[in-house]
């Protein structure tokens, strides 16, 4: 399991999110802006119509870089 901030995955707050997997994070992650910020999904909308790799290739790293618990 990993567990990464809103914040650090482009949101607006502190809540922690852990995942087994990046899929389930970033399954999370759409759910949580969904239900929380709803500017912030609308963001991460365009960014994905614009271009559908850039949040991943921003994010992954991250991801990739956070310690397992
Ligand atoms: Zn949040």
New binding site residues.
């Given amino acids: 399991m990993k567990t990464m901030t809103?914040n650090e995955l482009g949101?607006?707050?502190d809540?922690k999110l852990t995942a087994e997997s990046w899929d389930e994070m970033v399954t999370k992650m759409t759910k949580?802006?969904m239900d929380?910020?709803p500017d912030v999904a609308e963001e991460m909308e365009k960014m994905h119509n614009e271009d559908p790799k850039k949040w991943g290739s921003i994010m992954k790293p991250k991801w990739e870089a956070a310690d397992s618990n």
């Fill in positions: 809103c949101g607006a707050c809540e949580h802006v929380n910020h």
